[in-house]
């Protein structure tokens, strides 16, 4: 089995800064790309920034310039630094992983359980 655990959500204040944490362990033989996705209430889920195990990033126009992702030195890691967060980017945010099993040669998508970031005005 395959667990993303993701973490650093909140509440802030316009204007200021989080930062997001995504934790992948399990039978893990390799990590394709991750992403961070959004859903705010009312809406659908939304890709927010995407890196490629060669460390190639995508971004939402509505975070491009605002948000960075990246992944860590261990490599089952990633993170999200949210700067300059507006009232819209209030959402629950999820990883999202693609992963080659251990024993496997297909590419399976995971998700995290989510975490909750709020952005008053």
């Known amino acids: 089995q395959v667990q993303l655990v993701e973490s650093g959500g909140g509440l802030v204040q316009a204007g200021e800064s989080l930062r997001l944490s995504c934790a992948a362990s399990g039978s893990i033989a390799s990590i394709n790309a991750m992403a961070w996705y959004r859903q705010a209430p009312g809406k659908q889920r939304e890709l927010v920034a995407l890196i490629t195990s060669g460390g190639n990033t995508n971004y939402a126009d509505s975070v491009q310039g605002r948000f960075t992702i990246s992944r860590g030195n261990a490599e089952n890691t990633m993170y999200l630094q949210m700067n300059s967060l507006k009232p819209e980017d209030t959402a629950v945010y999820y990883c999202?992983?693609?992963?080659?099993?251990?024993?496997?040669?297909?590419?399976?998508?995971?998700w995290g359980q989510g975490t909750q970031v709020t952005v008053s005005s």
């Open positions: 999202n992983a693609n992963v080659q099993r251990s024993g496997s040669r297909f590419l399976y998508a995971y």
